[in-house]
């Protein structure tokens, strides 16, 4: 079979002798399911890059071979952007990249607002880290609450989450509480010692603006069920929530 190079110059050598598919069509379908379901960035996909050379290079150079899957992985998001499979929609920074402003891709079919990539990047940058959640997200046709997120964790917590980058004034965020989840959440009674194991899940970057919404919350029946946290805890790996009354809890296990 003759090799020939395909639209973004990787070169396709067909199947095995035992019929697997072969590394790059492997590589090429992780990359393409991940853009079809969000935004990322090289971030998420250049281990996917580390080949047999690169991977006995991380043990005596770990850095050296990132670096080389790094590159590997931007070059091959630009040639499948070249090839219309990918849309490059931007550059985000956060402070947990160290400063540096990193290309945002996602699938044409995504169909990205371009508006929210730092809500979308920042959302997903936490949820990466809830391997074990099952987890439908952003433009995901099952979020029945008009959430950024659901999340259903294995000790069987449900949570509706919310991503605030604080952008929004808090007359809109409780306007979103009102349409959203009013009516809408069943709350457990204490009585029958129930547990509230369906939450909406608050992220937002600074404990001021956590007391500023469980002052406007108290008296609501949202208050019984939210749960607040700091986005840059979640992301150093904390699962330490708190509720409107200032109690905190564990609300699942490693991750998810």
Not at 136 to 158: I, M, P, Q, S, W
Not at 162 to 177: C, G, I, Q
Not at 178 to 207: C, H, M, W
């Amino acid at each position: 079979m003759d090799a020939s190079p395909d639209a973004t110059g990787t070169v396709d050598r067909g199947r095995s002798p035992r019929g697997r598919p072969d590394s790059a069509r492997r590589r090429r379908r992780t990359v393409l399911t991940i853009a079809a379901r969000r935004p990322f960035s090289v971030e998420q996909v250049w281990r996917e890059f580390l080949t047999e050379t690169l991977m006995d290079l991380m043990r005596t150079a770990p850095e050296r071979a990132e670096a080389k899957a790094r590159e590997k992985a931007r070059l091959y998001l630009n040639g499948l952007v070249r090839a219309e499979r990918l849309v490059e929609l931007g550059e985000v920074q956060l402070n947990e990249w160290g400063g540096k402003k990193r290309k945002v891709f996602a699938s044409p079919s995504l169909q990205v607002n371009r508006g929210w990539l730092m809500h979308d990047t920042m959302l997903w940058e936490w949820l990466d880290r809830l391997p074990n959640a099952r987890v439908a997200a952003g433009y995901d046709d099952r979020l029945r609450l008009n959430e950024d997120a659901l999340t259903t964790f294995t000790n069987g917590c449900v949570g509706h989450v919310e991503m605030d980058t604080e952008s929004e004034s808090l007359a809109v965020v409780m306007k979103k509480f009102e349409e959203n989840y009013r009516g809408k959440i069943k709350i457990a009674d204490p009585q029958k010692r129930e547990v509230q194991n369906e939450l909406v899940l608050f992220v937002t970057l600074s404990e001021d603006r956590i007391a500023k919404l469980k002052e406007r919350l108290k008296g609501t029946e949202a208050a019984w069920y939210t749960m607040f946290a700091v986005w840059y805890d979640l992301v150093r790996g904390e699962r330490s929530w708190e509720t409107c009354g200032g109690k905190k809890a564990t609300l699942y296990p490693v991750g998810g």
